[in-house]
């Protein structure tokens, strides 16, 4: 049996484990794990950065890759906690942005200010105990290559945007969009596609 197999096997081990992790009550892990763990655990590619004033909040046994010259700009939060954060090449995540896992974003990418994108959700159907003591379920949100997402947008958990999308200022995403689409409003709904015959953007009625 495997480390990781033994500490999952044993309720009390793991719950000591996870202590050693994340201080009690809380989703950030601990300064050694930051320090020391991490940065065996995760990769950064060639020409990436991630700036100063982030909450990168990655724990071991979840992967986090950032690719190649891609960006996470101040005030910015990632967190892999309940599920994988991979975010491809030449991709910005800007000023502000909340990404939890599971998440997978393409290349070419380009995320505005303040979006908010969750895999996680709460299960809160048992009205005898706190929302937080509830179990948590998750679904993985997909962004794939090329698309631009505008500001105070939000992608909720499950949802894939297609290739070459754009979703505008403000959209609640909680379902696909097509690839080379255009969205707007809450809930978003496709305004715009590409049509490769006439090589127009065309409104879709």
């Keep these: 049996m495997s480390i990781v197999q033994t500490i999952k096997s044993s309720p009390t081990l793991k719950k000591f484990v996870h202590w050693c992790l994340i201080p009690k009550y809380q989703a950030r892990p601990r300064l050694w794990v930051k320090w020391f763990i991490n940065p065996f655990f995760h990769q950064k590619g060639k020409g990436s950065v991630i700036c100063r004033r982030t909450r990168v909040d990655v724990l071991p046994f979840q992967p986090f890759t950032l690719g190649d010259f891609s960006t996470v700009e101040d005030f910015a939060t990632i967190n892999n906690g309940v599920g994988p954060v991979y975010i491809g090449n030449n991709s910005r995540v800007g000023i502000g942005n909340v990404i939890i896992g599971p998440v997978t974003v393409g290349n070419n990418v380009i995320f ?10 709460h299960v809160y159907t048992d009205v005898t105990k706190p929302i937080h003591l509830q179990p948590v379920t998750t679904a993985t949100i997909t962004i794939e290559d090329d698309c631009w997402i505008g500001a105070n947008a ?6 894939t945007i297609g290739k070459h999308s ?21 809930p978003a709904r496709v305004i715009k596609q590409y049509n490769f015959v006439t090589q127009q953007w065309e409104k879709v009625s």
């Design 112 to 121: 505005a200010q303040n979006i908010v994108m969750s895999g996680l959700n």
């Design 154 to 159: 939000v992608i909720t958990a499950g949802v």
């Design 166 to 186: 754009v979703i505008a200022g403000g959209a609640v995403v909680t379902k696909n969009i097509p690839p080379f689409s255009v969205a707007v409003g809450n």
